[in-house]
């Protein structure tokens, strides 16, 4: 069994370092880093950054943006990657924990563009479902953040493949559910593993979030909206609406204190908004209207790609398109669009009138226009098979550096977040993954994951179940 070094710290002890197989390496550092139950223990960590150094050594590092370096070694400090390099060519801090990854891919922490993690644990008890508001189909000032459970089952299970980051979205049969979070998957509690509140409005247009009734989906009937029609005109009224808002906004922050004093006196208006009355749905659509935050387009085939587009460029809303899955016809336009897509599911069936392969061939499609691609599970239980939908793109003609970019570097730079994340660069977080073999390959297992240098326990409700019940030699 080959040799490995942890880490062995624990809520500001440190303990020295010393040699185990990497057969055992979680289950020693689950033993040491916290004394609280197993089950707690696995679902929140504690990522506060120490000050020791630690040297993964003679790894193949897969840098994303600046090739691959063979027999490499990476330093993680402070929570932060602060040396990199050919092992010769890096000189490892004076007590520093040494990881020997001989034979191990070293790679960026995964970033999943869409799930719905922390929104949902039981889908059969409605209780716990926090996946979309199903009153109203037009919610922009809802947060998920509000509703984020850091503590599902759910998020160990992903980091176990090498995830570290995700947008967490709500579920999109309503044309507006609300607004996205953008979350680090460890972290001391909730506030600490949200890293950007209200990153992105998600937007949906096309069969899915037709009303077949209040609280259905996907079918015409007598909810509204039941047609494409009914979901571009609800869509655009709230636009409207906002941006009418706005202006009447800024044209009572342009009067004088004495006529706004004069004004709240004759009318009895003391609200924040330009009608006295604080406008929560309007208000949250304001840093969207002024272009400060994406809007997240989600659209499956080329018609509703082209009419969500159109009101997207009447409003100059700045876009992430997302599915595209069945928009063949319209690639170059696409392309044209100058906007990055969120492609998926890559797994989905072709349309009648598709060829068998026309779903997952898409990424390369677009890649070959120029099109800056992510991948997202969609999911919130099957996240953890994110880097195999990028290795099916591989497969069907997407180059294999472009399909690990759309995993990495190119959600961190949609997301705002590429001076932090989405490569093995100096300065960025230490979020790094160790494991046996390339991460787009079903037959590699992650043997660790760091986050803010952190070494995360490498296990999850599966193995405690696994361990439970599998027979005792």
């Given at each position: 069994m080959r040799s490995f070094v942890i880490?062995?710290?624990?809520?500001?002890?440190?303990?020295?370092?010393?040699?185990?197989?990497?057969?055992?390496a979680a289950a020693v550092a689950l033993l040491l880093v916290t004394p609280v139950s197993?089950?707690?223990?696995?679902?929140?960590?504690?990522?506060?950054?120490?000050?020791?150094?630690?040297?993964?050594?003679?790894?193949?590092?897969?840098?994303?943006?600046?090739?691959?370096?063979?027999?490499?070694?990476?330093?993680?400090?402070?929570?932060?990657?602060?040396?990199?390099?050919?092992a010769s060519s890096v000189k490892i801090p004076s007590g520093a924990t040494k990881i020997d990854a001989t034979g191990m891919t070293v790679y960026p922490g995964l970033i999943d563009s869409?799930?719905?993690?922390?929104?949902?644990?039981?889908?059969?008890?409605?209780?716990?479902?926090?996946?979309?508001?199903?009153?109203e189909e037009i919610y922009p000032q809802m947060h998920v953040y509000d509703a984020f459970h850091a503590e599902t089952e759910r998020i160990p299970i992903d980091r176990f493949n090498g995830v570290t980051n995700a947008i967490v979205a709500p579920e999109s049969s309503d044309t507006m559910p609300g607004q996205d979070i953008f979350i680090q998957l460890a972290g001391r509690d909730r506030d600490t593993m949200i890293v950007t509140k209200d990153v992105a409005l998600a937007m949906n247009f096309g069969q899915e979030p037709k009303r077949g009734g209040r609280g259905g989906e996907g079918g015409a009937?007598?909810?509204?909206?039941?047609?494409r029609m009914g979901e571009i005109s609800q869509l655009r009224q709230a636009l409207l609406d906002a941006q009418e808002y706005m202006v009447k906004k800024a044209e009572v922050a342009k009067k004088p204190a004495s006529a706004k004093a004069d004004e709240t006196e004759s009318t009895g208006r003391k609200g924040g908004g330009p009608t006295g009355k604080f406008d929560l749905r309007n208000e949250a659509l304001l840093p969207y209207l002024r272009g400060e935050r994406p809007v997240i387009l989600g659209a499956y085939e080329g018609h509703d790609v082209e009419v969500a587009m159109a009101l997207a460029q009447e409003f100059h809303l700045k876009v992430v398109l997302n599915h595209v899955t069945h928009s063949q016809d319209v690639l170059d336009k696409i392309a044209a669009y100058k906007v990055p897509v969120i492609f998926g599911p890559i797994y989905d069936f072709p349309d009648a009138n598709e060829r068998y392969d026309?779903?997952?061939?898409?990424?390369?499609?677009?890649?070959?226009?120029?099109?800056?691609?992510?991948?997202?599970?969609?999911?919130?239980?099957?996240?953890?098979?994110?880097?195999?939908?990028?290795?099916?793109?591989?497969?069907?003609?997407?180059?294999?550096?472009?399909?690990?970019?759309a995993l990495t570097i190119n959600p961190a730079e949609m997301w705002g977040m590429a001076d932090k994340l989405g490569s093995l660069d100096i300065g960025k977080t230490a979020n790094v993954v160790i494991a046996n073999g390339d991460p787009l390959d079903v037959r590699t297992s992650v043997k660790q994951v760091y986050i803010d240098g952190v070494a995360i326990p490498m296990e999850t409700r599966q193995t405690r179940l696994r361990d439970e019940y599998m027979p005792k030699k």
């Open positions: 880490p062995q710290q624990s809520e500001g002890i440190c303990f020295s370092s010393r040699l185990i197989s990497i057969g055992h197993l089950h707690a223990q696995a679902r929140m960590v504690d990522t506060t950054p120490g000050s020791a150094a630690i040297a993964i050594t003679n790894g193949k590092l897969l840098t994303i943006t600046h090739g691959v370096i063979e027999h490499g070694t990476i330093v993680l400090q402070g929570g932060k990657i602060v040396a990199i390099g050919a869409e799930t719905n993690l922390g929104l949902v644990e039981i889908e059969s008890d409605r209780v716990n479902s926090d996946l979309v508001e199903t009153s009937g007598r909810g509204f909206p039941s047609t026309a779903v997952y061939s898409m990424p390369a499609e677009l890649q070959k226009r120029g099109v800056k691609i992510a991948f997202a599970s969609y999911s919130v239980e099957f996240n953890r098979n994110l880097p195999y939908a990028a290795g099916f793109a591989v497969a069907y003609g997407l180059p294999y550096d472009e399909a690990l970019k």
